[in-house]
């Protein structure tokens, strides 16, 4: 499930995915990215699902109102895991167009004892620093999901921290896979940095 619910304000509103990286969307990109790491690939946006209409997905909106935040799109994507009998879902950020090629595998062998798993970056021997919207989440944790964010408690690492997960951790260097696109200038900084992704 390709995560792309939020407001984006500092963008302008704009819709991240589909924000043009030289030539193509970042959606593209994404895709490109994921696909070949994946069965089926879903999108978590909010308001009318038409604009994602050339990809072809099935679009998820929030089950719950007002934006509430990327735990809402985890439950989305554990839901759409359900109605496709799938027992557990990768997670992936609409706005980083580099995320490693082999995310999906290493997610699955590095699960906690719960099944659930999240991505990290570490530079070197420093402590790694975990990407929370990148995991692999089991639909054992659907149920506990929905009623955390019925409390209002919305932060997916409070949330995930609950449940054990295990890391798979990536060496950010020479810059990190997992940096996301928030504002003009990270488009624009990502444009210089996508000759170097592998």
Not at 11 to 35: N, S
Not at 176 to 188: E, Q, W
Request: with cysteine.
């Amino acid at each position: 499930m390709i995560l792309a619910g939020g407001r984006a304000t500092r963008m302008g509103g704009a819709d991240k995915p589909l924000l043009m990286l030289d030539d193509r969307p970042l959606l593209a990109i994404i895709l490109a990215r994921l696909t070949p790491q994946a069965g089926q690939v879903a999108v978590n946006a909010n308001g009318d699902p038409a604009r994602y209409a050339e990809f072809g997905l099935p679009v998820r909106g929030d089950s719950l109102p007002d934006h509430p935040g990327p735990l809402a799109g985890v439950l989305a994507a554990l839901d759409w895991a359900l109605s496709i009998r799938a027992p557990h879902v990768v997670t992936v950020a609409g706005d980083t167009p580099f995320f490693p090629i082999d995310l999906g595998a290493r997610l699955l062998a590095a699960r906690g004892p719960t099944g659930l798993a999240l991505a990290a970056s570490t530079c070197g021997s420093g402590p790694a620093r975990d990407h929370p919207t990148f995991g692999l989440w089991p639909v054992a944790l659907r149920d506990d999901l929905a009623a955390t964010l019925a409390r209002g408690e919305g932060r997916v690492r409070s949330f995930a921290a609950r449940h054990q997960p295990g890391l798979a951790v990536w060496d950010s260097r020479p810059f990190d896979p997992f940096t996301n696109i928030n504002t003009p200038d990270d488009l624009a900084r990502a444009k210089a940095l996508q000759a170097a992704a592998p």
